[in-house]
């Protein structure tokens, strides 16, 4: 399975931005996203931060305190891509953001952390300028 991300670029404080993270290869004859999919980010020297992730058929959701009711994750098994609607974005959002998928069973609740995550995207990198 690869992740191909993309939406990134640069904003002013208070712009919304969209990414984009599309799931290709075939398992088992046909092509599947995984369970659990995600966004995380990471600015150099800073540890990988878990940002968003959704269930499977978009059951369950998740969000780090710092993007609640600015950010939504959006599925779209059909098409095998999940979105990050971000929206009043601040200059502590510029960051490389990554997509994941997980392969593991689901749990109650989506997964946070990232070694728990099979695949990752190339990273797609967005800039909020104050």
């Known amino acids: 399975v690869q992740l191909q991300a993309s939406g990134g670029g640069l904003v002013q404080a208070g712009d919304s931005l969209t990414l984009s993270c599309a799931a290709s290869?075939?398992?088992?004859?046909?092509?599947?996203?995984?369970?659990?999919m995600a966004w995380f980010r990471q600015n150099p020297g800073k540890e990988r931060e878990f940002v968003a992730g959704?269930?499977?058929?978009?059951?369950?959701?998740d969000y780090a305190d710092s993007v609640k009711g600015r950010f939504t994750i959006i599925r779209d098994d059909a098409k095998n891509t999940v979105y990050l609607q971000m929206n009043s974005l601040k200059p502590e959002d510029t960051a490389v953001h990554y997509c994941?998928?997980?392969?593991?069973?689901?749990?109650?609740?989506?997964?946070?952390?990232?070694?728990?995550?099979?695949?990752w995207g190339q990273g797609t990198l967005v800039t909020v300028s104050s």
């Open positions: 994941a998928s997980s392969w593991r069973a689901p749990l109650q609740s989506v997964r946070r952390i990232g070694s728990e995550y099979d695949y």
């Open positions: 290869g075939r398992t088992s004859g046909r092509t599947f996203s995984g369970n659990d």
């Open positions: 959704i269930s499977l058929s978009g059951g369950r959701s």
